[in-house]
Every structure is written in C-alpha cells, then in structure tokens.
C-alpha cells in the first residue's frame, strides 16, 4: 500500500517548504516470535519461545515491549543478560537516534547481540501498526499512541500462542492511557520487582533526569537552570555566553568555561555559582561586572564535606587580585547540553550498615560525588564499580545516579588498568570475527605481481632503530654516498594501506580505535597483532611492503630531488637506540650499516640545527621507564629515560618525511589533506613561566617562536644544570594541543606548527599505530598513482569528523598512558620508603607540585601545619610561598619522602612529604631507605613496551 506523508520544514534561509515523501506500507513484515505461525518467514526470528526469567506480572511466558522513555534512560537494564525476548519498535529507534547518539549504538549493539534477543519491528511500515498525526496532536504523542497501538497489536495476534505483551514505560500519562486501553503497562520498577531470583536489577535502575523541585523535596540549594529558550535569547543579546565548562583538578570549588569572546578562560567560583555543572557539560554562563574579576585561587580544596547543609556560599580559600593573573569571572546560568558518562570509583563506607544509600567517589577527581542506592554495599564496599548520574535535583549537594557494573576488586592490577581504559574511553575489547576475517591467512608471502608493480629496494642496506623491545617496527632507514658528491637518504614506512581496505571492517575498527595505546606492561593494537607485529612489522632479514621517500641531498642537508613510491624492502637489522649508538660510536666498524647509521646521524644533526635556527622548539617532559617481571607483570625496576644522539637521529628523518608528505599532498588535494598543525599560544599562557625566570634572574621572551626558543637556550644558571630542563618542562605546560585536521576546513594561515617551526606539517611515519597516518598514505598513494581514491576520502567533511575523532582517541591515548605510569609507579614504591632530591615545579597557596629527577615522578605536597601556628605568605606574581622563615619558590631544590599511602584500601596512592627545607609542624624525620617483606633486590632481565 502506498500512502502519501506530508510536513513542512524550515529551510536555513528561513523560508517554510512542504515537503511530500511516498510511504510503502506492507501485510507481510514478520512479528520476529519463533511460536507465530502466521507471519510469513521474510527475516529471522528473534524471540524465543520459553522465557528465561519469570515474572508474577504473567501467567506464562512473555514479550517486552519498550517506550522511548525506558530506552533512553534505562539502558544499563537493558544491557543486562537477564532481560532477554524485548521488541523495539521502529518508532523508539528514531526517536532515540534523534535525541541520544551514545544510546542508539548501545540499543544498536544489543540489538546485533543474537543472546540477548532483541527484536527490531517495523511499526511504521506495518499496515496494522501505522497511524496518522491527528490535528493538534503533538510528535511526541503521535509516537506514544504509535507505542500503544502497536502493543495492542501484538497482544492481539500473539495471543493463541498464550504469550504475554508487558509495556514498560516510565512515561506515567502513556503508562495510564496504556492500562486504559486494556494493555498490560508497568513501570520499570514495578517490572523488576516482579522478577524472580533478580533483585540486583533495582541497583540498575535510572533516578529519571529531572533537576525540579518537588513538594516532598528539602529546601532549594541551587537555582533554577534556564531554559534552552531563554539561554540562546540570552546568548543572542550577548547577556550570556557558550562554552564547555571544565572542572579544576586542584579545587573542586573552581571551574573554566572557554569562550571564544575572551581570551582566557572564564573563572566560575564557589559551589553556588558552578549550579550543578559538571565537568565537560556545555553550558551558558553570565559574567560578572570587571569589578568583581578574580584570578584562580592558587589553592588546592578536596571536597571532603558529607553535610547536605554545607553553606554552598563558599568560596576558595584566597583569590589572586594581581592584574597578570585576573581573568573574566561568572556564574552558571543553565546548561546546554549535558555530557554524563559513566564514571569508575569507590564506594564510601557508610556508618549505617543496614543503608541502601551511599556515597560513590570517582576517580576522576574532576566529578562530583554521586549518590546512589543499592543493596550490595557490604560486596561492593572492596570493588572498583561504574556509576552513570542520572540527574542532579537542585535540592541535592550532588548529583543522584545508580550502579551499572562491578569491575573487581581494588588493588589488583588487573582491576586497576581495567579502570584506567574505561575512564579514558580507550576501545580495548578482542578484535571482533569481522575484522579477523579481513586478515590474510598465514603463511603468507608477497605476491609476484607486487614486484612488478613496486620497486624492489631489497638489494639497499637499511635498518630500522627502535625502543628495547618493540615489535610493531613502523619504519626503517637507508643512507649511501652518491658519485656526484652528494647521498641519498631514504625513510621506509610499513604498507598498511595494502592490508586495510577502505570501508572494511577492518578500516571501520582501526578508524574507532585511532590509535595504538601504549601502557606501561602491554600495548593495545589499533590493528591485530597479525599485521601491527608481524606482516607489517619490519622485521630484519624479511621482505616487507613499504611505502618509501627517497630523497638526494647535499652533505649539508639540502635537497636536490625527491620521490615517493610503494616499495619492497629487506631490513638489515632491527636495532636498538643503544645498539645503533655502539655502531656509530666505534670507528673501528667500517661495514656499510655503521657507516651508513654515521651518515644518517651526521645528516640528523645538520637538519636539527636548521630546525632551531628556524624557530623549533626543543621541549622536555618527565619520562620513566619501568623494569617489568616476565612472569608477575609487576614493575620491578624505574628510571628516568635517557635519550641518546640516534634518538634525535630518528626523529628527524620522521620529521622530515612528515614535512614532505605534508606539502606533496597539500599540493595535490587542497581541500582534503589530512595536516596537523599546532596553534599559536596565547601569549598569557606564559605569564607562569616568564616570572617565575625572571625571579631567578632569567628573561623569557615570547613574542614569537623564535623568541622563546632562544631564551631557552640562553636560559642557563652556572651550576644548576637540571634549571634549563625545568623551564622546558614548564614551557610544555604552556602550550596548546597539536591537533589533527582537514585542509579544506580552516584557512591556509592556520596550518602553521608553532612547536616544528614548518607552514605544514603531517603524521606519514606510523600508520600501523595511528590511523591518520593510513589516511595521509592512501592519499599519497593516489597522489603517484599506486591507489584509487574514494568518495569519502575526498570529502572534507567527513574527512573533518575523523579527524576530530582522531584528535580526540590521541588525547585519551596520552592521558591513558601517564595514568598507567602512575599505577605502576604506585605499584613500584609499594612496601618502600625513601628521601630523593626534587625539584619544585609549581607554587600553590597551600601547596607544592614537586618533580623528581630520579624517577620523572610529579606529585602535590599539601603544606598542612598539624598545630596551626604557622603563617603562610602566598606572592603569586613572584612565584613564591613562605612557610613560617622558610622561603620556597619555582625550581628551589627540596629534599621529599616518597611512600605509598596504605591507611584504607580505597585511597591507596603515592604520597610525597617534605623533608628539606625542614618546616616545623610540616616536614617529617628524613629515612634514607625502608623496605618491605618483599624486599628490593632483584635484577632478572627487563622487558619493556615502546613508549
């Protein structure tokens, strides 16, 4: 049957167009009921005929049938293995696609889940089941009668097969209509309270989203959030602003909203004025009179308070008045969109043992507090968990949510790196059969025609030089002398692209992932380990395919000509940094690998120095190694990593391909090139680290790149070496994120990398670990004529949501994996106490953010005087904090005790104190060494994972 629907739409231009679309509807789509016997057999059955859990609410067997309330807010019940044989209707999944992406794909997955037996029916193509809007009747309840209709069908043409249809809705005027109508119709947790041998589920249950006061409610904490209306009139008459908020690490009474009408972030302060926000909401936020313009506080606040009474008037303790530090300052007046996720923690041990309600802390220090209510505190008081918020009621201190999952018990590594991925959002279950099924079967070889189509370069001496222990090998180097006096220098970089396909499953799960994830004891692969470590690792004495750039050069590092070509290489050695700095240091070796590694290295240094010349910056950052135990995984060993000259000889050669790659595609696809580049910081950004030098004597100048980069290398104090990495490692804090984008999204002035100093820059040299580097490939394949281009490739909008994408699995990957430092850092120190020099990186009001040396561990002394009597003195524009007589500013030596916090399980974490300068009521005892049953001397060998 073909039925005509008509609406009207509102075009960009504002004009109002009618729009008529044919609708096909049909007799023959299947109820998806292994029982029915009337349906005809177009697509398979879903629902069983024997229900896996019983419920009082039916007499026999029976079906679910959910609303789009239930599906939206209620998802964590849905995912459970118990709640099986449910019908979604066509109409719920739009209704849900439109207003919750996240929820879609897990209602999607469930749905491809063939256990769970979820049931997708065509309501709106159903002859039975389609309904027309009425006049005046509104979308939502078009949909909800759609709902009931569709129930009522089922229950009708199920019935002589003496199955049960049960409504689930939260939704109470569809629920009441439903019962009306005949319908069996329940709530949720009505629903779950019916369940036999199933009572975990009402810890599953969402609270509803709703921030209104109710009658039974206590007294108002919060204001009334604005509405969406009245915060774009708002944003219109420029009375508010947009921005995402961001929550402080340091004092949870503090927050930023960046606004693209101020240069720096707005400051909201006090629990009154962030009303509800939490951290990455987008909200709207009014901003107070210049008079009233505060800087940060400079203090570190944990939120330690368990009264629901606590006065939400106050404030940080201290805020700056300096003019450098003041920032636009504001309060939360409504909030845009809500970017809730589920959060991983700790239950707090409740005094009441009978208690269903708890208090769940996160380990994110950036989230609120969460309320919860469930009946398996006494097991899961010991466990890691995940929470989800479900609303924030503004007669609540926090946000009300409920327990999803227990993840296991706290501790064990295990658990804790299980934590670590799920709070980063880092993909890291197997790679499914899908993508398995992509993979070339072993044993496999290059095929002949691959020598026709590629240049074969087995017959250069080229080696690649890595990390101990590396095995996803992305790139390997050549250098030889040339007759006319000059040589030739190429950089061979694994051909992933010949493996995964554009629009495969493959390609689809390494897009999703991004990137390799580098922890501390495995990797997780963006592909599988059949092509990261093995078809595409190039591995020595193998031939391999590659895509290489060969370029002529002049001994002093100009270039006269250049190539790009797919390749066929075989890899002399796979050496070490370590082992190629032996060759290259013993000049007795004059075998063509270690005269080549010289000429790389003396080439390396030549271009190094152009970069600086240029402008390029040389940065630090804190590194450690660990020495893990092959059989325990446990680290054993830690050490700050030490670079060596083939380090730099490597990165160089990387970043030279990267530049070349970088123009050649710019060039050949202007409008969908995938560059990276790096903004230009806000010349406030160095505020911190431009006074904190000058107390030390020391002019930074920042005006450009080229000016900061020589300041740092004019920065030197005689006899303190350590004073110049400080101020890079500082200058590193000062910087904006390099980011990944599409070349025809921004203007060409805004490709420019601040930190390499280069109008264009690209990531070539690691496709296997970083997907971005696929894409530049295929492009650059296409570029030569050794591949296809396709449609999405050359669109720049999608080409800009990938990389967002990208951009956002790279910043998780490098939060992931210095939390993973952290962890077996703590793990390290365990059972152990020790005093080591350090330096002091920041000044905080009542506080120090320490660096040490020795292990590249960065920790926050809280300066706390036990008997009250001290006098604290903060001077924020002098980078400095008197405690008492004792003087302490940014990059003074200090002498810390480094041990791990053991007092209760759930806040086991490591802990520095002062012990020089010697503070009364603040410094402890110093104690050069304790060690525990464990002991602390082993020496097995190390195995590490690539950084």
Not at 257 to 286: M, P, T, W, Y
Not at 521 to 532: E, G, Y
Request: hydrophobic share 35%; with cysteine.
């Amino acid at each position: 049957m073909l039925k005509a629907k008509t609406f009207v739409k509102k075009t960009k231009r504002g004009n109002v167009v009618k729009i008529v679309r044919e609708h096909y509807l049909r007799d023959d789509l299947s109820c998806g009921s292994l029982l029915c016997t009337v349906c005809p057999n177009l697509s398979p059955a879903k629902l069983s005929d024997s229900q896996s859990v019983a419920s009082t609410l039916s007499s026999g067997s029976h079906y679910l049938l959910i609303d789009t309330n239930i599906a939206l807010h209620q998802i964590d019940f849905l995912e459970d293995r118990n709640i099986t044989d449910v019908i979604v209707l066509q109409t719920v999944l739009q209704e849900v696609r439109h207003l919750n992406e996240a929820v879609y794909k897990r209602i999607r997955t469930i749905i491809e889940n063939k256990d769970k037996r979820f049931f997708v029916f065509c309501n709106e193509h159903h002859r039975a089941t389609y309904i027309d809007r009425e006049p005046h009747e509104s979308v939502n309840d078009r949909n909800d009668r759609a709902i009931r209709v569709a129930t009522a069908w089922y229950e009708k043409h199920l019935k002589e097969f003496n199955i049960d249809i049960i409504m689930l809705s939260n939704d109470i005027d569809n629920k009441d209509k439903a019962v009306k109508s005949g319908l069996k119709s329940y709530q949720v947790l009505d629903y779950v309270k019916s369940l036999k041998s199933c009572e975990y589920l009402v810890d599953h249950l969402s609270h509803g989203l709703s921030d209104k006061v109710t009658p039974g409610d206590k007294k108002v904490m919060f204001d009334e959030h604005l509405s969406l209306y009245d915060i774009k009139m708002g944003i219109k008459s420029s009375r508010f602003h947009q921005g995402k908020f961001e929550a402080s690490r340091e004092n949870y009474l503090e927050g930023y909203v960046s606004c693209s009408a101020f240069d720096k972030q707005v400051l909201i302060r006090g629990l009154k004025n962030l009303n509800r926000a939490v951290h990455e909401d987008v909200v709207a936020i009014q901003i107070f009179p210049k008079n009233q313009w505060v800087g940060a506080s400079g203090t570190v606040q944990v939120d330690e308070h368990m009264d629901e009474e606590e006065d939400l008037n106050t404030m940080p303790e201290g805020s700056s008045q300096n003019s450098i530090f003041v920032r636009p300052t504001g309060r939360v007046v409504g909030i845009i969109k809500r970017n809730w996720r589920n959060y991983c923690g700790v239950l707090l041990p409740s005094g009441n043992k009978e208690s269903i309600r708890h208090i769940f802390i996160p380990s994110e220090k950036r989230i609120p507090r969460i309320r919860i209510e469930t009946r398996q505190a006494d097991i899961l008081m010991s466990h890691r968990i995940i929470v989800s918020i479900d609303c924030w009621p503004r007669s609540s201190r926090y946000p009300l949510g409920h327990f999803v999952r227990d993840i296991g018990p706290m501790g064990e590594r295990e658990t804790e790196e299980e934590v670590l991925l799920l709070e980063h959002d880092i993909p890291h279950l197997p790679f499914s059969q899908a993508v398995n099924d992509c993979l070339p079967k072993l044993p496999w070889s290059i095929a002949d025609y691959e020598f026709v189509l590629r240049e074969d370069l087995r017959n250069l001496v080229v080696c690649s030089v890595d990390p101990p222990g590396c095995t996803d090998i992305d790139d390997a180097l050549h250098f030889r002398h040339l007759a006319n006096g000059n040589c030739e220098v190429g950089v061979h970089i694994a051909d992933l692209s010949y493996f995964v396909r554009p629009g495969t499953a493959l390609d689809l799960e390494a897009q999703k992932r991004g990137t390799s994830v580098y922890l501390c004891d495995k990797r997780i692969d963006m592909v599988p380990a059949t092509l990261s470590s093995n078809l595409c690792s190039l591995r020595s004495n193998e031939d391999r395919l590659a895509f290489s750039g060969v370029w002529e050069m002049t001994m002093d590092g100009d270039i006269v000509s250049r190539k790009f070509c797919k390749t066929v290489i075989r890899s002399v050695a796979s050496l070490t940094y370590a082992e190629a700095q032996i060759l290259i240091d013993d000049a007795s070796r004059t075998d063509p690998l270690s005269v080549g590694l010289r000429g790389l290295n003396a080439l390396a240094k030549k271009l190094k120095q152009r970069r600086i010349d240029a402008g390029a910056l040389t940065l630090a950052s804190a590194e450690v190694r660990f020495h893990i135990d092959s059989e325990t995984h446990d680290p054993i060993g830690i050490e700050a990593k030490e670079l060596k000259e083939t380090n730099s000889m490597v990165e160089e050669f990387m970043l030279l391909a990267n530049c070349e790659v970088a123009r050649h595609i710019r060039k050949e696809f202007p409008q969908c090139a995938v560059l990276r580049r790096h903004p230009t910081p806000a010349l406030s950004s160095f505020d911190l680290l431009v006074n904190a030098a000058a107390v030390k004597g020391v002019e930074i100048r920042c005006g450009t790149g080229k000016d900061l980069a020589r300041s740092l290398e004019n920065a030197v104090i005689p006899g303190d070496p350590f004073f110049n990495i400080l101020l890079r490692i500082v200058s590193t804090r000062c910087m904006t994120q390099a980011v990944y984008f599409c070349s025809g999204m921004l203007p060409e002035e805004e490709y420019f990398h601040y930190g390499l100093a280069v109008p264009l820059y690209t990531h070539f040299t690691s496709p296997i670990r970083r997907y971005p580097d696929l894409l530049v490939h295929r492009l650059l394949a296409a570029s030569v004529g050794q591949d296809k281009t396709y449609t999405q490739l050359l669109d720049r909008n999608v080409v800009h949501e990938w990389c967002q994408n990208m951009n956002y699995r790279h910043h998780q990957a490098q939060l992931v994996q210095r939390s993973s430092i952290a962890l077996h850092t703590q793990l390290y120190f365990k059972d152990k106490c020790l005093d080591e020099d350090a330096y002091i990186l920041f000044v905080r009001r009542n506080a120090i953010v320490v660096l040490v040396r020795r292990y590249g561990l960065e920790s926050t002394i809280f300066l706390k005087d036990i008997e009250g009597s001290t006098k604290f003195v903060y001077e924020e524009e002098k980078c400095k904090l008197t405690v008492g007589n004792v003087v302490m500013q940014m990059f003074d030596r200090v002498v810390v005790q480094i041990s791990v916090e053991d007092c209760s399980i759930q806040h086991r974490k490591l802990k520095m104190r002062l012990v020089q300068p010697h503070i009364p009521g603040i410094s402890v005892e110093p104690v050069f060494m304790t060690v525990g049953s464990s002991g602390d001397s082993f020496h097995p060998k190390p195995e590490t994972i690539k950084p």
